[in-house]
C-alpha cells in the first residue's frame, strides 16, 4: 500500500503563488507517475498535472500551462506542484494521485489518492 499525503494549500490572493507537496509512506514512491487533480463541490475532478516516474513526460491542464509546475526528485520524496499567477477559477480540493509508471489523464486508471488539500484563491 502507499498512503499519500498533501500538503500545502491554504488561502492566497490572486496573482500569487502556492507550493503544493505530495508525500508518501508505505512502499518506495520512485516507481510511481504522480499526477494532481482537483475538484470543486458538485463537478468532476479534472486532471491538473501529471509527471511519469522518471519524470520524462510531464503533461498540464491547457489552464494551467506557463503558470504550475509539477516536479519530482526520486531521492526525495515529495512530489511537488507549484501554482504561479493563481485564479479565482483555481480554487478547489487538489489530490495527489498515484499509479505505476506513466501519468494518466483518467482519474479512474490510479490506485492511491490522498485526502486532498484545499486552495482557495481570493479576487
Known amino acids: 500500500q502507499v498512503q499519500l499525503v498533501e500538503s500545502g494549500g491554504g488561502l492566497v490572493q490572486a496573482g500569487g503563488s502556492l507550493r503544493l507537496s505530495c508525500a508518501a509512506s508505505?512502499?518506495?514512491?520512485?516507481?510511481?507517475?504522480v499526477s494532481w487533480f482537483r475538484q470543486v463541490l458538485g463537478k468532476e475532478r479534472e486532471f491538473v498535472a501529471g509527471?511519469?516516474?522518471?519524470?520524462?513526460?510531464?503533461y498540464y491542464l491547457d489552464s494551467a500551462k506557463g503558470r504550475f509546475t509539477i516536479s519530482r526528485d526520486n531521492a526525495k520524496n515529495p512530489v511537488a506542484l507549484q501554482m504561479d499567477s493563481v485564479k479565482p477559477e483555481d480554487t478547489a480540493i487538489y489530490y495527489c494521485?498515484?499509479?505505476?509508471?506513466?501519468?494518466?489523464?483518467?482519474?479512474?486508471?490510479?490506485?492511491?489518492w490522498g485526502q486532498g488539500t484545499q486552495v482557495t484563491v481570493s479576487s
Open positions: 509527471i511519469d516516474w522518471d519524470g520524462e513526460r510531464i
Open positions: 508505505g512502499r518506495t514512491f520512485s516507481t510511481y507517475a
Open positions: 494521485a498515484a499509479r505505476k509508471w506513466v501519468y494518466s489523464l483518467n482519474k479512474g486508471e490510479y490506485d492511491y
